[in-house]
Each structure stands twice: as C-alpha cells, then as structure tokens.
T-cell receptor
C-alpha cells in the first residue's frame, strides 16, 4: 500500500499525559498536513510542512501541540498535557511537488484520540 | 465502527438513482475546490476536484459543477450504489495556499 499511513490508529490516554502520533506520507510527496476532526464536523487545518520546514500553523495549534518533520519524510504530532477537549480524529495528508495551488491532498486513515 | 457526522444533513436515495450533493462557499477568491468521501472510521478519500477556471469536470460516475456566480458547488453521482453510502465533504482553498477549508458534510444513504 503506497498511501498515507498513520500510527497508532487508536489511542486512549488519561488527562495530563503526553501522546505522539506518526504520519508517513506518500513517498514522492514533499508537502504534509495535519488536520483535526471532531464528530459531526469537517477536518480543520492544524499545520503544514514543505519538506522539513513547518510553514504554517493554525491558531488551533496551542502551545501544547508540536509537530515535526525532521528529515522531510515522516512527521510526528505531539500533544503534551492532554485535555478532554483534545479528543478527536487527527488526520494527516500529503500532496506532491506541483507548483500550482491546490495540489490534491491525500489523507491517511487518521488516529482516533480519546482523552479520559 | 464510529459514526462520522452524527447530525449531518442526510440525502437518501434508491440504488440506481442519481445523487446530487450541494455545497455553498463564501469566498469569491477561492480558486480550487475538491470533494472527499469519508466512510465511518476512515480518512477522507479524494473523489474529484475542479479549479475556478472550469465550470464542469467529469470523472468515473461523478461530475462536479461549479457556479461561481452564486458560489455553489455540486457533486453528481450517477447510478448510485450501496458502496457510495458515506459522508461527503466539499472543501476549498479559501484559507490560503495549501490549507483546505471544509464544509459541514452531507451524509448519503443508499437504499436497495
């Protein structure tokens, strides 16, 4: 399977714990995105990488959230001191090397986070 | 599995009928529009996209229509099948380059 992969698929944690999610994009894609989706809503943009550079962060991404893409391939999203409001599906997407706006973003299966 | 979109608008159709899912957007500067299908417990799956210099684009059993005058986007699915049952989201680039803004979603229920 050469699509976007995410691990773990499900994570249950207690409030106050730290969690880390991993995303492996489609191999030839240089752009990687993180979104968050809550029940009944469409995905909301969190942050975006071009190669290893984090170029944009949403105001939704509080100081407790940090994302990295150290070698321009896989990415990690860490949430520190989790809160119940962090419970959501965390989606990763990647897109290719096109120069035009709106290159198709392909999504992974997501990581479902439940904070107890 | 979990449900995606517990209180979404629902379109119910009979198997074999054509389906039309509508979406309104607000930013006249939006240049790129895309439709995704999301099944329960899965990530959004790309269906079809269209740029603002086009009015219509066709794929396999799907057609996207863009009316820039009234800022309206629609997804037409021909000969709807049970496997088409899912939540459908439209999205555009109104948030800026590389940042998709998603609509609320519509649940499509296909009945035999």
């Amino acid at each position: 399977d050469t699509g976007v992969s995410q691990n773990p698929r499900h994570k249950i944690t207690k409030r106050g714990q730290n969690v880390t999610f991993r995303c492996d994009p489609i191999s030839e894609h240089n752009r990687l995105y993180w979104y968050r989706q809550t029940l009944g809503q469409g995905p909301e943009f969190l942050t975006y990488f071009q190669n290893e550079a984090q170029l944009e962060k949403s105001r939704l991404l509080s100081d407790r959230f940090s994302a990295e893409r150290p070698k321009g391939s896989f990415s990690t999203l860490e949430i520190q001191r989790t809160e119940q409001g962090d419970s959501a599906m965390y989606l990763c997407a990647s897109s290719g090397r096109g120069a035009r706006p709106g290159d198709t973003q392909y999504f992974g299966p997501g990581t479902r986070l439940t904070v107890l | 599995g979990e449900s995606v979109g517990l209180h979404l608008p629902t379109l119910s159709v009979q198997e074999g009928d054509n389906s039309i899912i509508n979406c309104a957007y607000s930013n006249s500067a939006s240049d790129y529009f895309i439709w995704y299908k999301q099944e329960s417990g899965k990530g959004p799956q790309f269906i079809i996209d269209i740029r603002s210099n086009m009015d219509k684009r066709q794929g396999q059993r799907v057609t996207v229509l863009l009316n820039k005058t009234v800022k309206h986007l629609s997804l037409q699915i021909a000969a709807t099948q049970p496997g088409d049952s899912a939540v459908y989201f439209c999205a555009d680039d109104s948030g800026g380059y590389n940042k998709l803004i998603f609509g609320a979603g519509t649940r499509l229920a296909v009945h035999p």
